[in-house]
């Protein structure tokens, strides 16, 4: 995110890991997309801001993530982190997967935070059991993510329940809940990001959020209607994964938005990122633009300019060990800017008001699909986290 970005504005610990001695050396490698926890000694998977950019001492050159960093902002996609002078967070998520990770080890650094949640007398008093377990999800999901709004500088984004991904005053009364309960641990709505599906519905609830200054993170994007219309809502973070659209592609075919970029020889999923930002830009939207599932470095070169790319450690692995000539003949080029937002032209179709009906006929197969696919994958992560909580409830030595 840019200067406002992760670090003031942001986005996958506690305090105990800043208190962790300097002995402790890490192991800094990639894992699943979704966040977990995992250590030699409970060390947790978070996404964070990759700030060593300098080239190593006999390079005598920089090296091309640092001069990348001049671009955009090269984020880890889900990293393990145990050494906070080399690899300072600035940005964390908490979902039911991170969730899922802290309880599979009990020695976790977070584990105290979701035995407290499972111990909430608050939560032990309601009167029905699922009323129970909302509470107690809800109680961890905000006990952790305190616990990493402690390590990061900027913005920690908490996951909203997928199941209520067609509901937009359930969505709307979710994150004001887990909202109420950050307030009450003192962790502030600017530190705070909420990452909702970009269903139609929660678009609409992304919209009245950010109308009470509640920040917005719209992930599970995957076609220009889906975009414009969060932008258009005012959401505060918008998220294309570039490498799925790209997948989609090359086994199906029949989607309008993705056969016309495939005609003019263009990936799908950078054509995509492309319009967002320009039509961002073009138009004055406050939206932050994330490109993720990124593939190859190349796909971090063909979007330079855009706020954030999520990349994975061994393509950022790959950028820091390649050092760039000290040439002026050896530049990048910024392919997304505020002159290429001027000089893209846009149909009066994609200018459109969006509404429910206009957005329902603009989804093509892809997005109907993929965005179905991430919601059932965030659903089922959910209900684990329920049905493992009730079997571990109440917690030992609480």
């Keep these: 995110m840019s200067a406002t970005s992760f670090h003031t504005a942001s986005l996958t610990s506690s305090s105990i890991l800043l208190q962790q001695d300097k002995r402790t050396r890490f192991a800094l490698r990639s894992v699943t997309p979704v966040s977990a926890i995992t250590s030699r000694r409970s060390c947790a998977?978070?996404?964070?801001?990759?700030?060593?950019?300098?080239?190593?001492?006999?390079?005598?050159?920089?090296?091309?993530?640092?001069?990348?960093?001049?671009?955009?902002?090269?984020?880890?996609?889900?990293?393990?982190?145990?050494?906070?002078?080399?690899?300072?967070?600035?940005?964390?998520?908490?979902?039911?997967?991170?969730?899922?990770?802290?309880?599979?080890?009990?020695?976790?650094?977070?584990?105290?935070?979701?035995?407290?949640?499972?111990?909430?007398?608050?939560?032990?008093?309601?009167?029905?059991?699922?009323?129970?377990?909302?509470?107690?999800?809800?109680?961890a999901l905000v006990n952790v993510g305190g616990e990493l709004s402690k390590l990061v500088p900027g913005r920690v984004s908490t996951e909203v329940d997928a199941r209520l991904a067609y509901?937009?005053?359930?969505?709307?009364?979710?994150?004001?809940?887990?909202l109420q309960l950050y307030n009450s641990i003192d962790v502030p709505a600017e530190r705070l990001l909420f990452k909702i599906p970009a269903t139609w519905q929660g678009i609409e609830a992304a919209r009245l959020l950010e109308s009470e200054g509640i920040q917005t993170h719209m992930t599970f994007v995957y076609s220009f209607c889906q975009a414009a219309a969060a932008a258009q809502a005012g959401a505060s973070v918008i998220q294309i994964f570039v490498g799925r659209l790209r997948d989609w592609a090359r086994n199906h075919s029949g989607d309008p938005e993705i056969d016309a970029a495939l005609k003019r020889g263009e990936d799908p999923g950078l054509a995509l990122v492309t319009k967002t930002y320009n039509y961002i830009h073009k138009y004055g939207h406050k939206s932050k633009l994330m490109v993720a599932s990124i593939r190859n470095k190349q796909d971090v070169f063909n979007v330079l300019g855009v706020d954030y790319i999520i990349t994975p450690l061994k393509i950022l692995q790959a950028l820091k060990e390649s050092v760039t000539p000290d040439d002026d003949k050896y530049t990048f080029v910024k392919r997304l800017s505020s002159q290429s937002a001027a000089a893209y032209n846009f149909t009066d179709e994609e200018l459109v008001k969006w509404d429910q009906l206009s957005f329902a006929s603009g989804m093509g197969p892809a997005a109907l699909e993929l965005l179905a696919s991430g919601m059932d994958g965030y659903s089922n992560q959910a209900k684990r986290v329920e049905e493992l909580f009730g079997k571990i409830w109440p917690p030992p030595n609480v």
């Design 45 to 139: 998977r978070i996404r964070a801001s990759y700030t060593d950019y300098s080239a190593s001492a006999n390079t005598g050159g920089r090296t091309e993530l640092d001069a990348l960093s001049h671009y955009s902002e090269v984020v880890p996609d889900t990293v393990v982190f145990d050494d906070f002078e080399r690899f300072p967070p600035t940005a964390a998520t908490v979902s039911s997967s991170l969730l899922l990770g802290i309880c599979s080890l009990p020695d976790t650094t977070f584990k105290g935070a979701v035995d407290t949640a499972l111990a909430d007398k608050e939560c032990y008093g309601l009167g029905t059991p699922d009323a129970r377990m909302t509470c107690f999800v809800n109680k």
């Design 167 to 178: 509901d937009t005053h359930a969505i709307v009364g979710k994150v004001e809940r887990l």
